[in-house]
């Protein structure tokens, strides 16, 4: 009887163990969402990455630790993908019921990428060996979360660097190299209490890499001048007949090129994402009213357009004629946002992508192209493009700069558009090219090479940034290899841990 209750007793407390294992990963994975933008709160790093390498040493089994790393995944993108609710608020009768399951579905989704890494470095790794296991496979987990199932690498833990004198290695390994150095530094601080100095000596290093690193250096600028429109129209307003066109005629006077203002004569004007409230393929009268104002000056707007049936989100070049002399569609959109997977048939049940004004959804544009803009060669890159390094990558050619035209409305006023302003940042830095932003309710911003923000309109106001366009630096090496140097460096330190784990397994 005795024995019935001690084995009861423990039997309870493995299970009292387990809920506050479980419970711990997913605070901790709420902790370490403070690191991303808005807050930058790096000192969350140390400890939710070491706190949660604790408990991944501890786990019996990989069955263990691949729910840990799922949790702790769900408590990340949770909290910081929390923005993702804000498309269902802007027409809340028909949606709002949706955000919920959005941000379940997309946290537990990305989570799995997590929890598929943790449980295989506790399957192949034992002792110290576990840990360097998790660095490779993590690592490769976020370069698969990416790039498979038309990829998502937001809240990638290379964003936590973009203020700091890491993003200076930027240009060198991306995101995704920075993201590898991240856990390199923090994950062996499980072991501070077994072998402190392998557990401290990353951070130290990395600490002093950060204090001797130089600021990064002013960079030129050209003697072309760029005027970039913020004219701030709330999504909820934006397509309603009675107030977008008011949107068009604030952004035509911000746009106006007068003398009497006393600033000189921009070489391009840029506009936001579907700056522009009606296709292409009817803005005749609309763009000659534009052109009237403007005068000569070159004008990037967004619009959108429709071609044999199928219809696209563009960035169209209004030229100093008065004709619209090229345009470029958005190829990489948004899922459920832009565009809904078999589409056709959803539509049957009056379900539409969220953005796209006209039909069931948007359909990709052939590919990353450049546009002669007059002031140089630009690779556009509409909203959510900006995010995938690896479609910047992709150009024909180096261009001299990268435009992007978005519509933050859509991400509310929180951490969305501060997070989607870091990436902007980090495509400008891993190319070493100036990047010109104009975004809708903000945040507009010139960008240099470095990644820094030189001129930039705070959110959720409407107004103008004048600046010359920053000169671009030489081709940068991430611009050269993309992420595969970090793939294959992944892919052999997860082989050496390996069998530095199956070793110390036939030894116990």
Known sequence: ????????????????????????????????????????????????????????????????????????????????????????????????????????????????????????????????????????????????????????????????????????????????????LTLAVTLPLALLRQRPVLALV?????????????????????????????????????????????????????????????????????????????????AEGTLEAIRQRLGDVPLLFGIQRREDGQYFNSAALLDAAGGVSQIYDKSHLVPFGEYVPFGDFMARFGIHGFASQAGAGYAPGPGPALLDLGIGQALPLICYEAVFAQDVNAVPSRPDMLIQITNDAWFGTQSGPYQHLVQARMRAAEQGLPMLRAANTGITAVIDPYGQMREHLALGEAGVVNALLPQALAATLYSRTGDWSVFLFCILLAWAAAVRGQRLAHRS
């Open 1 to 180: 009887m005795t024995a019935g209750l001690w084995g009861r007793a423990a039997r309870a407390a493995g299970r009292q163990e387990t809920w506050v294992a479980a419970g711990s990963a997913f605070g901790l994975g709420a902790l370490l969402s403070l690191a991303l933008a808005p807050f930058h709160m790096l000192w969350s790093l140390p400890l939710a990455l070491g706190g949660i390498g604790v408990l991944v040493m501890l786990s019996r089994t990989a069955m263990q630790a691949a729910v840990l790393g799922w949790l702790f995944g769900l408590g990340y993108f949770g909290f910081g993908l929390s923005w993702i609710i804000e498309p269902f608020q802007i027409d809340a009768d028909r949606y709002a019921w949706m955000a919920p399951f959005a941000l379940v579905f997309l946290a537990g989704g990305l989570a799995l990428f997590w929890g598929l890494a943790f449980g295989l470095a506790t399957h192949w790794g034992k002792g110290g060996a576990r840990l360097l296991l998790l660095i490779a496979l993590w690592s490769l987990a976020e370069l698969g979360r990416a790039y498979l199932l038309t990829g998502f690498p937001w809240a990638g833990f290379g964003q936590f660097w973009i203020d700091t004198p890491a993003a200076q290695l930027l240009p060198w390994i991306g995101g995704q190299g920075l993201a590898l």
């Open 202 to 282: 990353p951070l130290l290093l990395a600490a002093l890499w950060g204090f001797a690193a130089p600021q990064s250096p002013e960079p030129e600028l050209t003697s072309k001048r760029v005027r970039l429109v913020q004219p701030n129209a709330p999504q909820a307003e934006k397509w309603l007949a009675g107030r977008r066109w008011d949107f068009v005629r604030r952004a035509i006077e911000l746009s106006e090129v007068d003398a009497a203002d006393g600033l000189p004569r921009p070489d391009l004007i840029v506009w936001p994402e579907t700056a522009v409230p009606q296709l292409l393929n009817n």
